[in-house]
């Protein structure tokens, strides 16, 4: 069971650019599916992007043609390069671990704050 750890959050200006980490401690980490959700005050979380363990990836409507997702199987870590920031992401993020057999794990979250 892999325990993923989130980096990389901070402040920004709108338009600019984040990249987070999720590392993930743990065996298999190959076999997860690795999601990005994140969660803004008063709102419920949402998933902003997802990558299968074949590489599929998926994205929120709101974050297609800024945000990518990407992984590193060799390095147990999954990427989300954030482009052209704008204010309404600002939110925490969390990455998640999911296994086929519906075992999820979750990080502690970053922060990510866009200025306007």
């Known amino acids: 069971q892999v325990q993923p750890v989130e980096s990389g959050g901070g402040l920004v200006q709108a338009g600019g650019s984040l990249r987070l980490s999720c590392a993930a401690s743990?065996?298999?980490?190959?076999?997860?599916?690795m999601n990005w959700y994140r969660q803004a005050p008063g709102k419920q979380r949402e998933l902003v992007a997802g990558?299968?363990?074949?590489?599929?990836?998926n994205y929120a409507d709101s974050v297609k043609g800024r945000f990518s997702i990407s992984r590193d199987n060799a390095k147990n870590t999954v990427f989300l390069q954030m482009n052209s920031l704008k204010p309404e992401d600002t939110a925490v993020y969390y990455c998640n671990a999911h296994m086929p057999s519906g075992i999820d794990t979750w990080g502690k979250g970053t922060l990510v704050t866009v200025s306007a």
């Open positions: 990558i299968t363990s074949g590489g599929s990836t």
């Open positions: 743990g065996s298999m980490f190959s076999l997860y599916a």
